[in-house]
């Protein structure tokens, strides 16, 4: 039993490329909950006001949302690397499949806040109370008084309205917020299905096998950490060496020391292999051999990035 929870949990982590993602998008999700939380308490106030209403209750949803997908863009490894692609050697090397994946990866990931955020708020439903209220049709209400028309019916999210009518506040509440839970179970529903189609997708149109796969991921996950890691030390030793040329001498601690000591540095990488080893990558294979990697790439010697008699594009990208 242990052995196939763990199978399930690597095959469901497959989706997000590695634990790391998976990770963080729950981590995104989360904190969007609590955030959506906070805004309800602190932040939510209906005007209770015709055509008020309508614009504030949708701003509520649709703004944050907005706001959160934008920074989900922009935290995207694959948004910037797409943006050195199209600077240094522009688009012309992909597929139209390997550019909707491309995008499609993006755009997915950034969903992840936007979408929790909606969730929520539809399934609380003060946003939709406040936003539609002033649209239910008066003859649609039991014996709802003539007299009254919109202009109540905008004040009911806000409790302020005669005796006479808090019997038909309470219906009206209780079918808006119907509704609203309604569309928010139908959005988990739409999302559910669409991650389940897309892993499907995914699997079927993948290149490599199950076990393949692992290992690329693990291996970017690898690579990337051991990048950063060694690109810091670099460019502390570095700094250090510039900072001891221009004074005469440095002040390190006992750890930068021993950096120093143990890792020479003698120059810096030429442009060239920066603008090599940067921008989007698809999974080519070179001579029957994988490249799992820009980097990887780089270091076997491989020129170019299109596809070549020897190197030929596998649709499917490094995340």
């Not at 209770?48 to 209750?57: D, F, K, V």
Request: proline share 5%; with cysteine; glycine share 6%.
């Amino acid at each position: 039993m242990a052995a196939l929870i763990a199978e399930n949990f690597r095959f469901l982590s497959l989706f997000f490329k590695s634990k790391d993602v998976m990770i963080f998008n729950g981590l995104v999700a989360l904190g969007t909950v609590g955030s959506e939380e906070l805004f309800s308490v602190v932040a939510f106030n209906c005007p209770c006001s015709p055509a008020r209403n309508y614009i504030y209750g949708l701003a509520a949803i649709g703004v944050p949302a907005l706001a959160l997908f934008l920074i989900g863009v922009i935290w995207n490894n694959h948004t910037w690397n797409l943006v050195a692609e199209c600077q240094k050697r522009g688009t012309k090397n992909f597929s139209a499949a390997a550019t909707f994946l491309l995008f499609g990866s993006i755009m997915g990931r950034a969903a992840v806040a936007p979408v929790t955020w909606s969730v929520i708020s539809l399934l609380r439903g003060e946003a939709y109370i406040c936003a539609l209220s002033e649209f239910v049709r008066p003859s649609s209400l039991d014996k709802f008084p003539a007299e009254y028309g919109a202009e109540v019916l905008a004040r009911f999210p806000c409790k302020d309205v005669p005796a006479n009518l808090t019997k038909f506040r309470d219906e009206v509440t209780r079918r808006l917020r119907y509704e609203s839970q309604l569309f928010g179970w139908l959005l988990i529903g739409i999302v559910a299905v669409l991650v389940f189609l897309t892993k499907c997708l995914k699997h079927c149109c993948s290149p490599l096998s199950y076990r393949q796969e692992a290992y690329w991921a693990q291996y970017r996950s690898n690579e990337d950490k051991l990048f950063r890691r060694t690109a810091e030390v670099h460019s502390r030793i570095l700094a250090a060496k510039n900072v001891e040329h221009f004074f005469g001498f440095v002040v390190l601690d006992k750890e930068e020391k021993e950096l120093v000591r143990e890792f020479p540095v003698e120059g810096v990488q030429p442009s060239p292999q920066w603008n090599a080893i940067t921008g989007v990558y698809i999974y080519r294979e070179n001579k029957g051999f994988p490249l799992y990697s820009r980097l990887h790439k780089w270091a076997k010697g491989v020129e170019g990035n299109g596809p070549s008699p020897e190197g030929h594009e596998m649709i499917f990208l490094a995340s």
